[in-house]
C-alpha cells in the first residue's frame, strides 16, 4: 500500500486553471496506476482521471480536452492539470492508486486514497 496526500486545491473562478498534486509515499510507486475521483454531496464518486504504470492515460468523457494527468515517478508524485474549469468541476477530489492493472478505474479496484482536496469553481 502507499500513502498518498493531495494537494493544490481552492477556490476559482469560472475558466481558470488549477493543478493538484498527489504525494506518495512508498519505495513502489512507479509500479502502481494513480488516479483521480471526484465527488460531490450526495453524489457517487467518479473517475476522472488515471495513468497506468508505462504511462498511458486514461479520462472521463465530462473533461478530455481540459484536464490532463501526469506523473513523475522520481518525485512519486501525480498532477492533475485542470484547465477551463466550469462550476460543474466543483468536488472534493480524490487521489488514488491501484495495483490492478488493466484499463478499468471501477471504485472497488482502487487499493489507496488520499484524504481528499476541494476545488470550489465559482461562476
Known amino acids: 500500500q502507499v500513502q498518498l496526500v493531495e494537494s493544490g486545491g481552492g477556490l476559482v473562478q469560472a475558466g481558470a486553471s488549477l493543478r493538484l498534486s498527489c504525494s506518495a509515499s512508498g519505495r513502489t510507486f512507479s509500479s502502481y496506476d494513480m488516479g483521480w475521483f471526484r465527488q460531490t454531496p450526495g453524489k457517487e464518486r467518479e473517475f476522472v482521471a488515471g495513468i497506468n504504470w508505462g504511462g498511458i492515460t486514461y479520462y472521463a468523457d465530462s473533461v478530455k480536452g481540459r484536464f490532463t494527468i501526469s506523473r513523475d515517478n522520481a518525485k512519486k508524485t501525480v498532477y492533475l492539470q485542470m484547465n477551463s474549469l466550469k462550476p460543474e468541476d466543483t468536488a472534493v477530489y480524490f487521489c488514488?492508486?491501484?495495483?490492478?492493472?488493466?484499463?478499468?478505474?471501477?471504485?472497488?479496484?482502487?487499493?489507496?486514497w488520499g484524504q481528499g482536496t476541494q476545488v470550489t469553481v465559482s461562476s
Open positions: 488514488a492508486a491501484k495495483s490492478v492493472y488493466g484499463s478499468s478505474w471501477s471504485q472497488e479496484l482502487v487499493g489507496s
